[in-house]
């Protein structure tokens, strides 16, 4: 038997349950519910001002939570990256164990914190301050995202700077660059293949989340990926539902997309950020 | 700045940051010995949560679902994906970055609208809503992960030693699982833990696709969206424990064969002995 043909079951698979399933995204993105035929309707409708501020609004807070992985991510990794290898693996791992729980548990995990009888208010109280509205805030949110995707901003970072020679540093050391010029010259544009992967891994989920926003930010905080459900599981197939939710889904992958071909046109080594 | 107040900052940060990652767990993992059901007041040390978690079957059987899936789903991606990626590997040019490109539409988009492309294509076929529909699920978003993680190992290996067996009277399949496999070993392992864990990991495709069967995270998301229950936090508590143990045990059962630990270990036994010797003289 030939080895290409190896393949086979799986591309069968791929075919079946990755390359028809997108297009019926397609097809439901483009058709009426009740006949089936070819309408631009459900863009328009998923085109709606009110829709189109819920999107805006999760560009926002993603783009807020990735800002802030990435302040605190880049050192993190920089720091982490310096230090003995001992050391360095035993942190790094810390780092991660907690990527291991349930995504879910970790942003349940918040709720215990933030709750008016939570940590931080029971801390707040006995300092005699008054109760602070913690939950259901944008503030929140935005915590939960940056918790739970923090991670996937070091990661990639530390990958890349952790394989960085070091004779590069030296080398622009010796040609008279301070500390910060031999970060801003070479470190940092070195770093940049990682950096990108870690916004991308960070922005990309946190702009679609709907757990975080639903438990954290309470129903005043409606982001896309609340909408997109709502239309598939509170308004359902039978009143259109899963068309406008369909054409919604385009919308956003649209815009993955878009971020992704930015995004790439600077990582040309193609660095992608490993798990494990 | 001097450079010993650099380093004090550098340490100050990453302390800093570690008590970000940990509290909420260990808070969590705090409350759930909580004999008092709120959070307001510590009634008391107590397991009655572990017992109440013990005894809610609901919750028993979503972690049925989700270690089954997990298990079943890591495996078929496996032999799936090992199996793939040594056919892409032998392919043309161009039929390979076809392959690839759709291998990596899931890890590229949205976990949502990989959840909602699957949920149209199983009512379209009619797949039986719950168990049946999670497990495809779960193992179509697996198999890609295992490919990306083949797939470099398999690039590394050289034909001459399959070619060598080849020669020597092997037959190809022979060949295939005596020479090629060992090589790929590490790379299918890594394919296989990552599976596992995303399967475990996993709330919204699950949370599309399924309709029916609860695995822990729809579970999870339905209890919490009514706020702080100890029950979850017990929970929490377990799985955090059994993660912890499994991480550890594979990062040192890995550290035990890298050629640093290796190195490790002689220096220390050198060190040891003259130490001896010094103590014997």
């Known amino acids: 038997m030939k080895r290409k043909?190896?393949?086979?079951p799986y591309t069968v698979w791929m075919l079946v349950l990755i390359v028809a399933p997108m297009l019926l995204i397609l097809y439901y993105a483009f058709t009426g519910q009740a006949d089936g035929v070819f309408t631009l309707?459900?863009?328009r409708a998923a085109l709606d001002p009110l829709y189109l501020k819920v999107l805006g609004r999760s560009v926002w807070l993603a783009l807020i939570a990735t800002v802030i992985c990435f302040a605190l991510g880049y050192p993190i990794a920089y720091i982490l990256s310096r230090m003995s290898g001992r050391k360095a693996a035993i942190l790094s791992m810390l780092f991660i164990v907690p990527m291991w729980m349930n995504f879910l548990l970790r942003t349940y995990a918040w709720m215990t914190l933030l709750d008016t009888n939570g940590l931080i208010n029971q801390l707040v109280t006995s300092?005699?301050?008054k109760r602070l509205q913690l939950m259901n805030t944008q503030g929140a949110v935005v915590v939960g995202m940056v918790y739970n995707y923090l991670p996937f901003m070091i990661l990639p970072i530390y990958n890349i700077l952790q394989k960085m020679p070091r004779s590069n540093i030296e080398a622009a050391q010796d040609l008279g660059a301070n500390g910060f010029q031999v970060f801003t010259r070479v470190v940092f544009p070195l770093s940049l293949p990682g950096v990108i992967s870690g916004i991308t891994m960070v922005f990309v989920p946190t702009i679609t989340t709907f757990a975080i926003s639903r438990l954290l930010g309470g129903s005043q905080f409606m982001l896309y990926g609340d909408l997109i459900e709502t239309q598939f599981i509170s308004i359902g197939q039978a009143n259109g539902g899963w068309n406008v939710g369909a054409a919604l889904s385009c919308i956003m992958m649209v815009l993955v997309l878009l971020c992704m071909a930015v995004t790439n046109r600077f990582d040309k080594g193609g660095e992608g950020g490993t798990l494990l | 700045m001097s450079k010993k107040k650099y380093g004090a900052l550098k340490t100050f940060f990453i302390v800093l940051m570690l008590i970000f990652m940990y509290a909420p767990i260990i808070v969590l993992i705090f409350y759930s010995f909580n004999e008092s059901r709120t959070m307001a007041n510590w009634g008391g040390f107590s397991l009655k949560w572990y017992a109440a978690l013990l005894k809610d079957r609901d919750i028993m059987e979503a972690l049925k679902v989700t270690l089954s899936v997990a298990v079943l789903s890591s495996l078929a991606a496996t032999v799936l994906g090992t199996t793939a990626a040594i056919g892409i590997n032998s392919m043309k040019k161009r039929s390979r970055s076809l392959i690839m490109s759709a291998t990596n539409l899931p890890v590229i988009n949205p976990d949502l609208v990989t959840g909602v492309s699957l949920m149209f294509m199983f009512s379209l076929?009619?797949?039986?809503?719950?168990?049946t529909r999670l497990l495809l699920a779960h193992i179509t978003f697996n198999i890609p992960y295992v490919i990306l993680s083949v797939l470099p190992k398999l690039r590394q290996t050289s034909d001459l030693y399959y070619e060598a067996a080849l020669d020597l009277g092997a037959t190809p399949s022979y060949a295939l699982r005596k020479v090629i496999l060992p090589q790929i070993m590490p790379g299918i392992l890594s394919g296989?833990?990552?599976a596992f864990t995303l399967s475990l990991d996993d709330f919204v495709v699950s949370f599309f696709a399924q309709q029916g069967a609860q695995n822990l995270s729809i579970y999870i998301y339905a209890l919490a969206r009514r706020g702080i229950n100890?029950?979850?936090?017990a929970l929490s508590a377990i799985l955090f424990v059994v993660v912890l143990t499994l991480l550890l045990t594979v990062n040192l059962m890995g550290g035990r064969d890298s050629e640093e630990y290796k190195q490790a270990?002689?220096?220390?036994?050198?060190?040891?002995?003259?130490?001896?010797?010094?103590?014997?003289r």
């Open chain 1, 5 to 8: 043909y190896y393949a086979i």
């Open chain 1, 41 to 43: 309707e459900n863009i």
């Open chain 1, 127 to 129: 300092l005699g301050m």
């Open chain 2, 125 to 131: 076929l009619a797949v039986p809503q719950g168990y």
């Open chain 2, 192 to 194: 296989a833990i990552l």
């Open chain 2, 230 to 233: 100890p029950k979850i936090n």
């Open chain 2, 265 to 280: 270990r002689r220096l220390k036994a050198e060190r040891k002995a003259q130490k001896r010797a010094r103590k014997a």
